[in-house]
């Protein structure tokens, strides 16, 4: 399965931008499926997730700004970032989680750049 993140762009702080992910396969096999992000000069981080059954988890500088969501019909993953901040600008990348812990289970495929600036 490849994945293709989209939806990026510039957005003033407090706008908000719904990311997309499409995948090339099948999503309903992986339990979860996540967000990442890397800002410059920093390692790749987790910074939410999505079951099958629609629990969710945020990391918790997110918590309450962005909301994940997926539609296994269409092999799609989103996050809606709302109250963007500065610190938010980074490229976002979405992959597959194993069952425990946050590391992702694909290879990486390719990221959409957000930035968030006046």
């Known amino acids: 399965v490849q994945l293709q993140a989209s939806g990026g762009g510039l957005v003033q702080p407090g706008g908000s931008l719904n990311l997309s992910c499409a995948a090339s396969g099948n999503i309903d096999r992986f339990n979860t499926m996540g967000w990442y992000r890397q800002r410059t000069g920093k390692q790749r981080e987790y910074i939410a997730a999505i079951t099958n059954g629609g629990s969710t988890n945020y990391e918790d500088s997110v918590n309450g700004r962005f909301t994940i969501s997926r539609d296994n019909a269409k092999n799609m993953v989103y996050l809606q970032m709302n109250s963007l901040k500065p610190e938010d600008t980074a490229v976002y990348y979405c992959?597959?989680?194993?069952?425990?812990?946050?590391?992702?289970?694909?290879?990486w495929g390719q990221g959409t750049l957000v930035t968030v600036s006046s």
């Open positions: 992959n597959a989680l194993y069952n425990y812990g946050t590391a992702g289970r694909l290879p």
